[in-house]
């Protein structure tokens, strides 16, 4: 379960929440996995997205701030590389259903070949997204149904690409 206000129930097992430039590297990865293993969507999302996040952090993409609820932001240079990534609120995510150490390992292995052969290119496009938007050439234009941002051009980003499109 995620919202975007921080409410929700009080009988939490475990909260977390993630920064917009994260949660966007972790769904990108979530989505990429399930068009290729669809069978790991029985896992919880929130499940899956606390297991992406770990293995963000050994890649030297995300860290933990332990704040009331603990909240994974992009490590420095990659904050510095995208000019800043709170333009949005930050995603609260909830973990319920405790996953088994068998399909821990499962996904794990699965994450870790996605991040192998896909985490660069998203990371590297991510930040690209976020920096066009703290330039002016982009806007938010809503989430998609799986909570990715959408981006649009501003008439600035039109104008800069040389497009003749409008906003």
């Known amino acids: 379960m995620k ?6 129930n009080q009988n939490l097992k475990f909260a977390f929440s993630l920064n917009p430039l994260i949660s966007e590297i972790a769904l990108w990865n979530d989505s990429e996995i399930l068009n290729r293993r669809p069978e790991f969507a029985v896992l919880d999302h929130a499940t899956r997205i606390a297991e992406i996040c770990k293995q963000l952090l050994l890649a030297d993409v995300a860290w ?7 909240i994974w932001i992009p490590v420095d240079r990659i904050e510095r590389d995208c000019g800043g990534s709170r333009i949005v609120a930050c995603w609260r995510y909830e973990l319920i259903n405790p996953i088994s150490p ?4 499962e ?3 699965i994450i870790v070949g996605q991040f192998r052969q ?20 982009t806007k938010i234009d809503g989430v998609d149904d799986v909570g990715m941002l959408r981006w649009r051009l501003t008439d600035d980003g039109a104008q800069a690409c040389g497009s003749k499109l409008i906003n």
Do not use: H, M, W
Request: hydrophobic share 30%; with cysteine.
């Open 64 to 70: 933990v701030d332990f704040q009331s609820p603990p």
């Open 118 to 137: 896909r985490l660069k290119p998203i990371v590297k496009k991510c930040v690209l997204a976020f920096e066009t938007y703290n330039l002016g050439l």
């Open 102 to 105: 068998e399909a821990g390992r």
């Open 107 to 109: 996904f794990k292995k």
């Open 3 to 8: 919202d975007n206000n921080g409410s929700g």
